[in-house]
RNA sequence: GUGAUUGUAGCUCAGUUGGUUAGAGCGCCGGAUUGUGGUUCCGGAGGUCGCGGGUUCGAGCCCCGUCUUUCACCCCA
């Protein structure tokens, strides 16, 4: 077979050892977080039935999702007619019946379901894996991510969203990074909607001012025209767009604007719960009502949240809601959601622009062996046990080669401590400890060392 | 899916209007130092110029296709 050019599909990365070290860091710091609010851990397959998947995160959503086509002659199920026809949305039906998860948030709604006699509600759970997207990678975007899902589900109270917050606010104090924490509540947006009489084209208007940051209240308003929303609604929009003051005010305002709308004023009596309830301790970051946040995922029904790094232009870090109903179509109703979604692979992104990460690595090794050969190997493989049984991470190098090799094997792995053990150490049955950092160097008593390094 | 952009040594990049044998720095390997890394000095290996086609006497350079990189749009962690 001829030589390839080893290469990895588009938008997916490699991992070396250094950023794996980090990577460890970061799910081991969302993981601590998790536990300690109570969740526990599931996973699910990388793959699902495309039925569990399509559907779920609208028509965009289908589009992105990796479809895996059937095993064996796939093609024999088709017709000649459905061939030339070449309409490939159709045909993908014939031929894929499984797909890679797009999320974690769906597959989690399908393991409730399946399993809702062995779950003890309300069920928090976390979940770590990665998720597979199929649209073109940049900045910050990735076909293959990792996403550190907490959610609660099976309880509607409020309670549930304001320890999400206190959790979002912990993880990203624990990583020393700036953010903001921003809420909206699909209710109200649903009550915007319908006092302007355009309730139909809610995920229109949504989506359109979810850009308000972005592109700017022109050219909201002429998206929302494109859409066919008449020029009296987007003229009644307006008001509600530019509200402004702090959230206590906004919420004031958006009560007498809301007037008409049973559901808008649901949402902001939910808003207006929450904020309460945040009163009651301190965050390290700010918390704001953001009537333009939307986001696109149209499961959601109640809060939303959205987290933005201050000093790092990279989209959200993470992102989540309620979702009243996502089991419903699963066959179990009235069962209610809400959970967060940490990007991995961004807050990675973030941490390495910002170079915040501990100096401290306790995944390195800590002391290494300079190899001299057999009788060498023999007198220090024992006292190796007995550092690793200590806990102290510790190898020796696997033949006796140059020692200019070893020592430059052990610099380049940053290992702190390297012990010498030649001949003379042999007679005399001590430990040449070389301190890799300062370059000192001294004879220590074996059990001096095993001492020295606990 | 749309519009741009990138590709030359392991890495970062030079390479003249198309003209002999494609270069540098870093890294790697060996030596100076048969028991001492990170600094120094000397030497060496490593390239089908992303891939395929075309134009030309001649292509790393021009044209077409394709893959890849990065960025924006759509959408999103």
């Not at 859409?227 to 009296?232: M, N, R, S």
């Not at 910002?354 to 306790?362: E, G, R, S, V």
């Amino acid at each position: 077979m001829a030589v390839q050019k080893p290469s990895i599909p588009k938008g997916t990365r490699d991992f070396s050892p250094a950023e794996m070290l980090k990577r460890n860091y970061i799910f081991g710091t969302i993981k601590k977080h998790f536990i300690r609010f109570g969740y526990q851990p599931i996973e699910t397959p990388a793959m699902e039935n495309l039925s569990t998947l399509m559907g779920k995160y609208g028509e965009e959503g289908d589009k992105l999702l990796f479809k895996i086509l059937n095993s064996g002659d796939f093609l024999s199920k088709v017709s000649d007619a459905e061939l030339n026809e070449k309409n490939s949305p159709k045909i993908t039906t014939s031929i894929s019946e499984k797909g890679l998860r797009y999320d974690l948030t769906v597959p989690f709604a399908r393991f409730v379901v399946q399993h809702q006699n062995e779950i003890n509600f309300p069920f928090k759970r976390y979940q770590i894996q990665p998720v597979w997207r199929a649209d073109r990678p940049q900045k910050g975007r990735y076909r293959e991510f990792f996403q550190c899902d907490a959610d609660v589900i099976g309880n509607n109270a409020l309670l549930n969203e304001v320890e999400l917050v206190q959790l979002i606010d912990a993880i990203f104090s624990d990583f020393d990074v700036q953010i903001v924490m921003k809420l909206n509540n699909r209710k109200i947006l649903s009550g915007i909607a319908e006092i302007i009489g355009q309730a139909d084209k809610i995920i229109d208007i949504t989506v359109a001012i979810d850009k308000l940051d972005k592109i700017g209240l022109e050219n909201v308003n002429k998206e929302l025209l494109e859409k066919g929303l008449p020029q009296k609604a987007i003229d009644q929009l307006q008001p509600i767009l530019l509200l402004s003051g702090n959230t206590a005010e906004k919420l004031a305002s958006l009560k007498n604007v809301l007037a008409s709308s049973e559901i808008g004023l649901k949402g902001v009596d939910e808003m207006l719960e929450i904020i309460q309830y945040l009163r009651l301790f301190e965050l390290k970051n700010e918390v704001e009502l953001d009537l333009t946040l939307a986001r696109g995922l149209n499961y959601y029904t109640g809060t939303i949240f959205e987290v933005k790094a201050k000093d790092v232009q990279i989209g959200s870090v993470c992102g989540g809601g309620r979702y009243d109903d996502l089991t419903g179509i699963f066959g179990l109703k009235d069962v209610s959601g809400v959970g967060i979604s940490f990007g991995a692979d961004r807050i990675f992104d973030v941490l390495n622009e910002l170079n915040a990460y501990p100096k401290q690595q306790t995944e390195n090794t800590k002391v290494f062996f300079v190899n001299f050969g057999k009788a060498e190997e023999a007198f220090c493989l024992p006292i190796l046990a007995q550092i690793r049984k200590l806990g102290v991470n510790a190898e020796i190098y696997p033949e006796a080669t140059k020692m200019k090799k070893q020592m430059k094997y052990a610099d380049d792995k940053k290992i702190p401590i390297v012990v010498i053990v030649g001949e003379e150490e042999l007679k005399k049955s001590v430990l040449t400890v070389k301190n890799m950092e300062s370059g000192e160097q001294k004879e220590l008593a074996i059990a001096d060392f095993l001492h020295s390094i606990q």
